[in-house]
RNA sequence: GGAGAGGUACCCGAGUGGCCAAAGGGAACAGACUGUAAAUCUGUCGGCGCAGCCUUCGGAGGUUCGAAUCCUCCCCUCUCCA
């Protein structure tokens, strides 16, 4: 609470405002008092659908920190008794079910990831687990104390159901709602939240949540929602052809999640740099004046300000290096490009480079890699692959390595020992 | 449980005995143009020892010289009825 009064001088309801992070609040006067005048415990909700968070559920993650910074108190819920059911808002099919066992790990290592993003000491901020009190619940009990506040016409109703209208909807996806309101009347009665946040998907469920607390405890709540982000190109944030761009260093390398971000769309980068980074508004004003090429050094600086926020400094110096050195000059550090060891026996009798590219992951068959050197978009040590029987030897490498590159992007490494 | 519709490559979706490795669109990939952006144009887009061969059209069998296409059984999805 001390920390309040000396944290407190601007109110983070306008940051968040201005950053773009509004899309719906309950009571917009409501909560821009709270959280100018007081401390405010808030929350949001983390499925642990993978054993990892990816860059979709990081805007949820810099909220939180943007509270916790502000003096406030953030808590980030964990799933996994949701999880058990699946969220039906915005789907168009029944989520595969997992199996309590990856739910327990998946929720796991998300709890250890999101220690990176704020403080969790228990104190200023910290995590929960639903299953902590899902779990144990006896239905008939539940159903005269909770569902009885819940009209099946109203829920039947709300848009997040429509889509499912059509395809079918299966009993337990129609009791998220009931489950993730109690979340918030439980998490509103043990530690005083009285905030939920989340991506406007969520609007419905955190609606549900600020209605049952309002009717059982005849007490104000407040939910806000951020916009659903999709990219310039009309994707969803965060995607790519590859899949999800995770957070953690094992699933996306800290080199490919900092290419991610150097390669949005000119289009969006204000925008993300206002939602991924901490950087003063004034800063990003001054970013979001460059023009053309230019544009590139605010993509420079978007990409290191995020891959260190997820990754911290060191890894962030690294993939920006490598990133430089690989594309027109600059730093010498290419550490941080993917790198394979292959055995100097191979190359007694020459490699093929096909066998090669497709080995090393560049491309998904040899076929593909067939097509890449036909295309001419294949390379070793910068020189273009000329025709598919070329085959690499010992002479080919310098300083014990050939460095591989398919397309104009993807790098690859591969070191002979 | 009853009646009907359907399951085709990453996604959508044509094809209903040979001309089908399977139209078309989207996504993706490469090249040109560029700024590691967008747009546009061109090409590619199952695998391989690549003028040929192998494996695909929910699964397993069968008919046939020949099947994604016909038959049998099974699995799954959707709609209506109970």
Excluded at 22 to 41: C, Y
Excluded at 74 to 100: N, V
Excluded at 275 to 281: E, I, V
Aim: net charge neutral.
């Amino acid at each position: 609470m001390e920390g309040w009064k000396t944290l407190s001088k601007t109110n983070v309801y306008d940051t968040l405002k201005e950053r773009g992070f509004i899309k719906q609040v309950t009571d917009e006067d409501a909560v821009q008092a709270a959280l100018g005048n007081s401390q405010v415990t808030a929350y949001v909700g983390f499925d642990p659908t993978a054993d990892s968070l990816h860059v979709g559920n990081l805007l949820g993650l810099m909220a939180l920190a943007h509270l916790q910074r502000a003096g406030h108190r953030p808590i980030a819920l964990i799933g996994d008794g949701t999880g058990m059911i699946g969220d039906p808002s915005g789907k168009t099919e029944m989520r595969q079910l997992l199996t309590r066992e990856k739910i327990a790990s998946n929720a796991e290592r998300i709890n250890a990831q999101i220690n990176r993003y704020f403080t969790m000491d228990g104190h200023a901020g910290f995590a929960v687990r639903n299953a902590d009190w899902l779990l144990d619940l006896n239905l008939v009990e539940f159903l005269r104390d909770i569902g009885r506040h819940f009209s099946v016409n109203r829920m039947l109703a709300a848009e997040s159901y429509k889509v499912r209208m059509e395809t079918g909807l299966s009993f337990i996806e129609f009791n998220y709602q009931i489950l993730q309101a109690y979340d918030f009347l439980k998490l509103f009665r043990s530690h005083g939240c009285t905030l939920q946040m989340g991506g406007d998907d969520q609007w419905g469920n955190i609606i549900a949540g600020t209605d049952l607390i309002r009717r059982v405890e005849s007490q104000p709540a407040e939910g806000l929602t951020w916009p659903l982000l999709t990219t310039a190109g009309g994707q969803k944030m965060g995607k790519t052809a590859k899949g999800a761009v995770w957070l953690d260093g094992s699933k996306t390398s800290p080199y490919e999640y900092y290419q991610y971000w150097i390669n949005v769309d000119d289009r969006d980068v204000v925008a993300l740099l206002k939602y991924y980074t901490f950087l003063p508004m004034t800063e990003i004003e001054k970013l979001a004046r460059l023009e053309g090429a230019e544009i590139r050094k605010a993509k420079e600086v978007l990409a290191y300000e995020t891959t260190e926020i997820t990754h911290g400094k060191g890894e962030a110096d690294k993939a920006r290096e490598a990133s430089r050195s690989a594309f027109g000059g600059g730093g010498q550090d290419i550490s941080a490009v993917p790198t394979t060891e292959m055995a100097s026996s191979r190359f007694d009798a020459g490699v093929l480079v096909v066998d090669v590219f497709a080995e090393v992951g560049l491309t998904k068959s040899k076929g593909e890699a067939r097509r890449l050197i036909q295309q001419g978009g294949a390379y070793v040590n910068e020189k273009k692959v000329e025709t598919i029987d070329d085959s690499l030897t010992i002479a080919n490498a310098v300083e014990g390595a050939l460095m591989l590159r398919a397309g104009k992007k993807r790098y690859h490494r591969l070191m002979i020992k």
